[in-house]
């Protein structure tokens, strides 16, 4: 039983930064691999970024990567996604995401948080 609710979500312009927070409730928060997706209008929820228990691993989807970055506190059960150099195809609501097990076991997000909109004007 994992709930997950996600915040800092809003209205930026192109090429600003927002910093998205998840706050987790589990009893052993340290052991999830947890994880980002996002969903615009009409498409399919897709996959943004993850991290490992330690935080040791991060991996991000290619139309992040070098603008995006995970992290993990793990004394405060939250995770956090920083975005920069945000584009108008960023516009999404974003989901926090947690599976159990290790980064080996190659498993699914089982649970997600309700999301937060983010929304990039040009």
Not at 38 to 60: C, L, N
């Amino acid at each position: 039983q994992v709930q997950l609710v996600e915040s800092g979500g809003g209205l930026v312009q192109a090429g600003g930064s927002l910093r998205l927070s998840c706050a987790a409730s589990a009893r052993t928060f340290s052991r999830y691999v947890m994880g980002w997706l996002r969903q615009a209008p009409g498409t399919e929820r897709e996959f943004v970024a993850a991290i490992s228990w330690s935080g040791g691993i991060t991996r991000y989807a290619d139309s992040v990567k070098g603008r995006f970055t995970i992290s993990r506190d793990n004394a405060k059960n939250t995770v956090y996604l920083q975005m920069n150099s945000l584009k108008p195809q960023d516009t999404a609501v974003y989901y926090c995401a947690a599976r159990s097990g290790s980064w080996y076991a190659r498993g699914d997000f089982a649970s997600w948080g309700q999301g937060t909109q983010v929304t990039v004007s040009s």
